[in-house]
């Protein structure tokens, strides 16, 4: 406060003191100022003191009051008290003058003294002879019964004296005895107080049990003194039962003198003390019974209360209470509190009486009659407690069903619902009325009444709520409320409500639940396919929240309304087409949140596809198309978990927005570093097929001319236009050829000797040129690496904080899932660039010990299905694309950007996926016009095309064969190799079989063709005896032909090999043809000469540095 | 000690919730916070937290509590019930009417954990004020309450769970302090009225200060004939409490918001120290005022009541005024009954010296259809429930409300017939009455006069064309009345006919978006337009289209009212009926004795008047209600 404070300058004039009162009054800041100042506190007792003693000061009476009510501020010393005693002696004894001096400022300034003196305990706190003096001085005043001037101080004095008699017990209880005769001989009005402050004394003498006699007045009335008892605390334990006896008579003879109020005052001292002396309750009904005709609320009040406190003695009237009671709230002349209070004693009474379990009383007053329909003109809020009552009403007629035999049952059953279909219809206005009518609510409160009857929500008895759902009352209700939707739209959003309320509760939700299955079952059917249908989507929402109901009905009729939808869309109905459609998908939503998936599946995925498909506006198409992924992709518990989560980021509720989903949260922050590298080591992404190679290294060709941008070596594809193909070869290279090359010339002139033999060649090889495309000008051939995304729960936790570590009893849920999974790829080896790959959702892996992924070991179906199934949850399968510029073995590094659950966003690297060159092998590319039955000839005749441009007599020299999209052109340049396996046939062929089989074209020679026709792995080729085989002639010239080539094979079975060819003809069994395509234009061939116990591959290849790798991968597949 | 009926404290906010006058009662609350103590100290763990505060919250606290509650409850008094905007912790989640009149102010900020419920707040709207008085309870009581209004669950089972029923049974002091309300709000008001009693021989009747002036009359304290008018409605302010002004220094000028004096006296002497212990302000302003004088004697063997402080002294006699209010629903359908009602008191004054005892027998009570009888506490009733009934009174001073009573109408409906209105387009609409006036009605029962107003109070009245075969019309704004017989041209003893076709023309209508705070407002921006639009094109005939939109923006009623009037079309009929009873109730002035015995003449009078007679609109939508 800037002020300074007031105090210096006490209040002066009227006007100070008026302002200073206000400012204690309303508190704060305001009082503050005043309390703050010491001084203030210390002049100020002088100062009102001085005031109030004055001649001509307005304002007496409140600064009395004012003192009254801050005394606590003001009176903390006893002087301060004994000052303000000396003032109200004076006062007191001053003569009446009709101006300073009047009887309201003496009675005020006893009322005020007193007051403070209660309030601030003077008699604990402070000397006794200050509580004494007051005593005293108030005795003196009242001493003088009769006299007509003063009655009214008299009768105020006795107040005063009352109060500090209530406050300190048996203060007064030495004088009783004069009390009493005071009392006695007091016959104006004032002696309604007099009665009181001796009832008073009584009643603390009695509840004390205090040994007093309240006849003896052998103690004067003044000079006053403390009792002992009550300084030394001791009490003389014992009733002087006759004196009381005779002091009760006595009081009971004068109660008409009393105002209502005094009554009230009166009869809650003698009940106790009625109690005490073992009087019987019997009389005091005699004696007050009466005042339940009267008008007065309080009295009717009072006789409930002596009616609680006596029952026994009141038995049998409760028909007459109950009836006064009645009356009480039909009165219009009553202030309506005073009907509803009545109404509300009333329900208490009988529900007292009904937990009596004294059946035959209770039914006594209820059999009265108890018809308590609201009147027309009855106010709203009384209407809704007699509703109450009668609810209340419909409790026992159910009773009565269930306790009475079969003849009363349809009697009583009936009477409850006429009883509540006439009740409702004094509001039955809000049937037409608003929703947001005061009608409407009070029906509806009373449906809620009526409707939990008598189930209490302390009850743990569950024998209730079976008695409620077959009650009529359940029943009748149910379709009354279902109707009411059905026909009146407006109320769909109150009904809602209702069954909200219903459903908040826990003891009642499966009210509300039966309600929504009722509204399922009667609704649903019934209700009109139009626009106006989007009125009931509220409760279709909280059906669709509902756990309980089986969604089918619900979405086969969204799915019509789609359909309508659909149907009706035009020019003008483009809005609302939006509009409803969004609402629709809201309450897909909503189930999506609520029901296992497989519940909704069959029938939302249809919903959604047509959606999907036919809806005209975009963004419900949209919207339709997400959930549909997700309702595929992923599991129940976490979908919901994402849809829970976006909605509370929102805060908003899910059925209306169903947009909200979209509102994608922006991301919270990057995990750090740390966990970023920690990635790799929880998160794993593998190949689907292991490598049989593990590849450690890879040929690097680097690129010849720095400058440029894309390496000129080894080009595969040339531009159209003739060029001098310059090879260089890289010497750096050679030291990886660690098995027989052989290269043919490089720098072969070009032949252009064309016999009807080589344009079949090209022709062939036109052909299939011309079906691969460039990959510099059009999406050029892929390779699909199949992979495994799968991540370590416990890691993971561990890594992303302790969230989600829960007991492994949670099952599925307690498991950390991603969301939103980007991988992204890249690589240096010439794979093109790699698309990134999207995984909505994965599901972490559980941490068991024995949870091993092999997938080259053929699972056990039987056995492990379960397993394997189930592991399907935890894999999310990867397919890497590439599009290989070069067939080479490389390594594709991964990253990883996911959603954890709580919207963190993490990243990092992972491991990266290496790729051997047996990722590169395709199928070769068939042109559309081969048919299907022709292909194995088409590829046989393709293998014998290549085998011989790759081969060392290559007539077709230079020949260049343009590409698919006709802007490229390629040459092919053989290049040869051999290859000894040593293993038996039997493995061979199985290995051919599972690794190869798609590449083999043909297979020559009876036995081998038996051999392989008989396992009916490989299929579709051409099969042929070596006799009809012109390609024999070729490979055994192509034998000689490496015989003399410049690398001879030195090893030591050599020798054997070619006796087998030479010698032992018979021992080998024929020749299989595999022809393998590799991205982007290469080929590789092989001729696998079979026999017994070993094989000889040739390979041809038009890209030699695929070979490196081949021989690897032979070895890799045929001799480990 | 258990129970009594006392008051912390006062509060009285002006309507812009400021507290314009408080009043503490420090020696209850004493009481009050000895009980706490003692029942913190005998519970020690109680989920329900209350703190018990130093002081009563002062006057800041209280408005700005008050402001903050009838933000979250909408209005001054709240919901009532339990609505979709009630909070949890609000006297609305309690979901009983009776929570617009016994509120809980939550005092303190929440946040800070300061905050303490205060309950039971008795409140009273009067005029401009709110009048709110706490009644002293036991802290228990207050547990229960804030017990109930947090509960999680759906809401009070009927008569099993703990209740706020069971809290008000226990509670007289929440009654008692209702009354107190009431009669502080009849002081701020100025509106103190006396039950009318009719005389025919004085032109001056009034109560008590009537009783003591005698017909001279002192300046400033003349009384007032006053229609007798049922304590709900709220009369007109008169001017200010004339009595009380004799204390009060300051200029009286009527604008003057409040007499605090007036208030302060009453209050001294009525509760000096909160427990109230007489409420009738006429006796307590003649104390404060004249006192008493040495020529007022005690009687000299009998006590004199509490309640009548002064004793009679001139002329005797006595005055019985039947005066009954009649309300009826006439629907003049098949399937609705009319119904009509009487709800009847007998006022008395008895101008009698000493303290006498009069006996007064009532007879023909079943022929008079009343069905039960109440009593002013001065009464003496031996017995109920028959057909003659033998009351004794020892009268207090002053007029007073002797009995009331509820009954049936003995005649047939003093005005019957129909009314018919039909909207032959959007803005015009075609109306026929059909009275019978009367009928079977013999002298002396005299009408004295007899008027029909059409209110529409959603409509501009643009013009209007008819004539009735009796009486005069005059339109406003929003009415149209009709004036059968006008005051001043009674009928006695005869029936008429009257007949009143005509037309009437309304402004275009127009939305009402009323400004109101009550529930559901909100609700309506939230209709979808989808569904609206198409309403309109299915209705079959204007009168239901009508009703459709105009209901549309309907404001919600208060609990208070009996139903929603702006919906219905309806005629309201006003009367006055003198020289009989409508029930039937009579007095017979012969059998009235007094005791001990003196001459004192009895006069007797009757007047029936009308309550709501409401004559509905038979061709319209009707509020009705089943009859047992």
Known sequence: MTDKPPVLKPPLSSQDWDSLIDDFQHGGARRQKWTAAPQFLSSFLDHALSFLLKKDFPLKIPLLIFMEEFSETFFTDES???????????????????????????????????????????????????????????????????????????????????????????????????????????????????????????????????????????????????????????????????????????????????????????????????????????????????????????????????????????????????????????????????????????????????????????????????????????????????????????????????????????????????????????????????????????????????????????????????????????????????????????????????????????????????????????????????????????????????????????????????????????????????????????????????????????????????????????????????????????????????????????????????????????????????????????????????????????????????????????????????????????????????????????????????????????????????????????????????????????????????????????????????????????????????????????????????????????????????????????????????????????????????????????????????????????????PSDISEHAVAAYYSGLFDALWEACGPSANIGRETFPLKGGKGVAAINGTRSVKLLEVPADSLIRAIEQHLASFVVRVIGEHLVNMVKDRGIIKDIIWKDAASDSFLVSTASSLTGLDQGPLHLTYFNDGEERETQVNGYKRRMGCILLLIFLPPRFHLLFQMEVSDISTLVRIRTDHWPCLAYVDDYLEALFLT | MPGGCSIRALWILNNLDGVVFSRRFPVVEKQWRAACKTENESSNEDPVRYTVPPFLPNDSEIAAAFVERKKSEGSTRGYGIRVTHSDKRSDSWVDDPITRHIISLRIGAEEEGESYLLWPLVLHVRGPYCILALPLIEPRHLKVYSRLCRRSDCGNAAGVDESISSLLLDLPSITGAFMVALAIGDIIIGDMVDPEVVVSVSPSVGGLLDSLTGSIGISGISSRAKPVAAPVASATPSSTAAIGAVASDAPKIGSRPLDKDALRNFISGAMPFGTPLDLNYSNIFTVKVNGFSSSDLPPSDLKQPAWKPYLYKGKQRILFTVHEIVHAAMYDRDDISDTISIAGQINCRAELEGLPDVSLPLTGLNKAHVEVLSFHPCAQVPEQGVDKQAMMFSPPLGNFVLVRYQANCAFGPPIMGFYQLSMVSEDEGAFLFKLQIMEGYKAPLTMEFCNVTMPFPRRRIVSFDGTPSVGTVSTTEHIVEWKIIPSGRSLTGKSIEATFPGTVRFAPWQIQRAPSSKSGSDNRSDGDSDVETESANNMVNVEEFLMEKMSKDLPPVDLEEPFCWQAYNYAKVSFKITGASLSGMSIDAKSVSIYPAVKAPVELSTQVTSGDYILWNTLGKCPSAATA
């Open chain 1, 80 to 926: 301060h008290l004994l000052r303000l005693l000396d003032a109200l002696r004076s006062v007191v004894q001053a003569p009446l003058d009709g101006i300073s001096v009047t009887f309201l400022l003496k009675e005020q300034f006893m009322i005020s003294t007193t007051s403070i003196f209660i309030s601030i305990d003077a008699l604990n706190k402070f000397q006794a002879r200050c509580t004494e003096g007051l005593a005293e001085l108030l005795l003196t005043v009242i001493h003088r019964p009769n006299h007509g001037v003063d009655r009214q101080t008299r009768a105020i004095a006795c107040e005063c004296l009352r109060e500090l008699e209530k406050s300190y017990a048996c203060l007064l209880s030495g004088i009783a005895g004069h009390l009493w005769s005071l009392c006695q001989s007091e016959r104006t009005h004032a002696c309604q107080s007099y009665l009181l402050l001796f009832t008073m004394v009584v009643y603390n003498i009695v509840n004390r049990k205090l040994n007093v006699s309240v006849l003896n007045t052998s103690v004067p009335l003044v000079p006053f003194n403390v009792p002992q008892l009550i300084s030394n605390g001791k009490e003389f334990v014992g009733l002087n039962y006759k004196e009381l006896r005779r002091a009760l008579a006595f009081l009971l003879e004068t109660p008409q003198v009393l105002t209502p109020f005094g009554m009230m005052e009166f009869l809650q001292m003698i009940m106790p003390v009625a109690v005490a002396l073992e009087l019987q309750g019997s009389m005091l009904k005699v004696q007050f019974f009466g005042l339940i005709y009267s008008f007065d609320p309080l009295l009717c009040h009072l006789v409930l209360v002596m009616y609680s406190h006596f029952p026994d003695a009141f038995d049998g009237q409760e028909v007459e209470i109950v009836k006064r009671l009645m009356l009480i709230s039909k009165e219009t002349q009553h202030y309506l509190v005073f009907r509803l209070l009545s109404l509300h004693w009333l329900l208490d009474l009988l529900s007292k009486l009904m937990l009596s379990r004294e059946g035959k009383k209770y039914k006594s007053v209820v059999d009265m009659g108890l018809r308590f329909y609201p009147a027309v003109f009855d106010p709203l809020a009384l209407k809704a407690l007699k509703l109450d009552l009668l609810a209340f009403y419909s409790i026992y007629l159910e009773g009565l069903k269930l306790e009475g035999g079969s003849g009363e049952d349809c009697d009583a059953s009936k009477s409850v619902v006429k009883l509540i279909e006439d009740g409702l219809i004094s509001v039955s206005a809000f049937k037409w009325l608003s929703p947001w009518s005061t009608e409407t609510a009070v029906a509806f409160r009373a449906f809620h009444k009526f409707l939990i009857g008598a189930s209490s929500h302390s009850d743990t008895d569950p024998s209730p709520t079976r008695t409620l759902m077959n009650s009529v009352i359940f029943h009748t209700l149910q379709g009354m409320l279902v109707g009411l939707t059905l026909d009146i739209l407006r109320l769909v959003p109150v009904v809602v409500s209702f069954i909200d309320r219903l459903l908040s509760c826990q003891k009642h939700c499966w009210l509300g639940e039966r309600l929504l299955q009722s509204v399922d079952k009667y609704l649903l059917p019934k209700v009109k396919i139009d626009y106006q249908l989007v009125s009931y989507f509220p409760v279709f929402d909280r059906i669709a929240e509902n756990n309980s109901i089986p969604p089918s009905t619900l979405l086969d009729l969204l799915t019509k309304f789609m359909v309508f939808l659909v149907e009706k869309h035009g020019p003008n109905t483009g809005l609302k087409s939006w509009s409803q459609g969004s609402k629709v998908l809201g309450i897909c939503r909503t189930m999506l949140m609520h029901h296992h998936s497989s519940r909704l599946f069959l029938g939302l995925s249809r919903l959604l596809a047509f959606t999907c498909l036919y809806f005209p506006d975009l963004e419900v198409r949209d919207n339709a198309r997400v959930y549909m992924r997700m309702l595929i992709c992923i599991p129940g518990m976490k979908l919901k978990g994402i849809l829970n989560f976006g909605e509370q980021l929102l805060g908003i509720s899910p059925s209306t927005h169903s947009s909200s989903f979209f509102n994608v949260p922006s991301p919270r922050h990057y995990q750090n570093f740390k966990k970023s590298r920690g990635i790799s080591y929880c998160i794993h992404l593998e190949r689907m097929i292991p490598l049989l190679v593990k590849q450690c290294w890879s040929l690097s060709l680097p690129p010849s001319d720095i400058g440029s941008s894309k390496p000129s070596h080894l080009e595969s594809i040339m531009d159209s236009e003739p060029q001098v193909d310059l090879r260089e070869l890289d010497v750096s290279t050679s030291f990886l050829a660690t098995s027989e090359i052989e290269r043919t010339n490089q720098l072969q002139e070009p032949l252009r000797v064309m016999d009807s033999k080589i344009s079949q060649i090209l022709g062939v090889l036109r052909s299939h040129f011309s079906c691969i495309p460039d990959f510099r000008h059009m999406p050029g051939i892929k390779v699909n690496i199949s992979c495994i995304l799968r991540f370590e729960s416990e890691p993971f936790n561990h890594l992303f904080g302790a969230s989600f570590l829960t007991s492994p009893a949670d099952g599925v849920d307690a498991l950390p899932s991603l969301y939103a999974i980007v991988l992204k790829f890249s690589s240096s080896a010439p794979y093109g660039s790699i698309p990134s790959y999207h995984i909505p959702f994965l599901l972490g892996e559980p941490s068991r010990n024995n949870h091993i992924s092999c997938p080259s070991v053929s699972p056990d179906i039987v056995s492990v299905e379960n397993d394997f199934e189930e592991e399907e949850n935890y894999r999310a399968p990867v397919t890497i694309d590439l599009e290989p510029r070069e067939p080479t073995p490389g390594l594709v590094d991964a990253f990883i950007e996911a959603n954890v659950e709580n919207g963190q966003i993490i990243h990092g690297q992972l491991q990266g996926i290496t790729l051997g060159i047996e990722d590169m092998f395709l199928k070769a590319i068939v």
